[in-house]
């Protein structure tokens, strides 16, 4: 396992800015008590980074007197989320009788297939003053012919995931494969999302195995042929062009990306389809109450909205 990159940068093209295809800035709600949600994607400049449609950086921050992540039950269609803590603990449930804690560097990674419905909260024994919540939610689009698979869910400990380390650098192939190392998560469409460390002055190569690729700041500052780009933005390459990811401070980003997915999708909600008829479908149904229900988590929901 290596970081060095597939060409020697002396011998090539120079690094440069326009390898960027786009710096996006996250749109940021604050939901209450100082807990905020950054959402990357989808935006109006990149709709999609290989199967990743959507991306939420929420935290850091730490609930007070017994509050907690309290996300009602609510369904999915044509994709799988994608859960990953940096900090805290959330309970998992989902109509599938899941009931599953996800913890830092573990991954829960929930197939919605046709259809599936779960709720994350934060247990009861965490329910206490200074309790911290930070991470991701991601969400993958699954290719036309897997939209409607089955419903399934898979999570994976932190021990489960190769570690590729140099003097200075760390990183945690989470999903799909990375310098000479790959994740034990199975997808059914080309993806990868790393999480990296390193110590300010470092460098990481972040070469075009992939054709599409982004790299999101979660703290600290990286430079890229110059420029320095700093925590809370999402930078998107184009592909093909070679990358050299420089820390400027010691730094703690995620990479991500993948093959173009096989065609557009439409968002709604919680609804990702490559067709539209499909989500009207799936809002008929969990208005109807068609959707299964959460065992442990029966009594509440989360009314389709009205826009």
Not at 67 to 95: C, N, Q
Not at 183 to 206: I, K, N, Q
Not at 275 to 289: H, L, M, S, T
Request: aromatic share 10%; with cysteine; glycine share 10%.
């Amino acid at each position: 396992m290596s970081f060095s990159p597939g060409k020697d940068p002396a011998a090539g093209d120079a690094y440069a800015c326009d390898a960027l295809a786009n710096v996006i800035v996250p749109r940021t709600a604050d939901l209450g008590d100082g807990f905020t949600v950054r959402r990357a994607l989808p935006s109006a400049r990149t709709r999609m980074v290989g199967p990743f449609i959507f991306f939420d950086h929420f935290g850091p921050t730490e609930f007070r007197g017994g509050k907690g992540l309290d996300v009602r039950p609510h369904p999915h269609i044509g994709l799988a989320t994608v859960s990953y803590l940096f900090d805290g603990e959330i309970m998992h449930r989902d109509s599938l009788g899941t009931a599953v804690a996800i913890r830092p560097g573990e991954v829960n990674w929930m197939t919605a297939g046709r259809g599936i419905v779960h709720s994350e909260r934060t247990p009861g024994s965490h329910r206490v003053d200074h309790e911290p919540i930070h991470g991701l939610q991601m969400w993958v689009a699954l290719p036309s012919a897997k939209e409607e698979m089955d419903a399934g869910f898979a999570h994976h400990a932190v021990k489960e995931f190769p570690v590729v380390s140099e003097a200075g650098k760390n990183v945690r192939v989470v999903v799909g494969s990375l310098y000479g190392a790959a994740s034990p998560v199975p997808v059914v469409h080309e993806t990868f999302f790393g999480d990296v460390h390193l110590t300010a002055g470092a460098t990481l190569p972040f070469d075009p195995d992939h054709d599409e690729r982004a790299l999101y700041v979660i703290d600290g500052a990286v430079d890229i042929s110059g420029d320095r780009f700093e925590a809370g933005q999402l930078l998107v390459f184009k592909a093909g062009d070679r990358i050299t990811v420089k820390a400027a401070t010691d730094t703690h980003f995620v990479i991500l990306g993948g093959a173009p997915m096989d065609g557009p999708r439409h968002i709604w909600w919680n609804f990702v389809s490559s067709r539209q008829d499909r989500i009207e479908q799936a809002k008929a149904d969990w208005r109807a109450g068609h959707f299964g229900k959460v065992p442990g988590d029966e009594i509440e929901f989360i009314p389709l909205p009205e826009k």
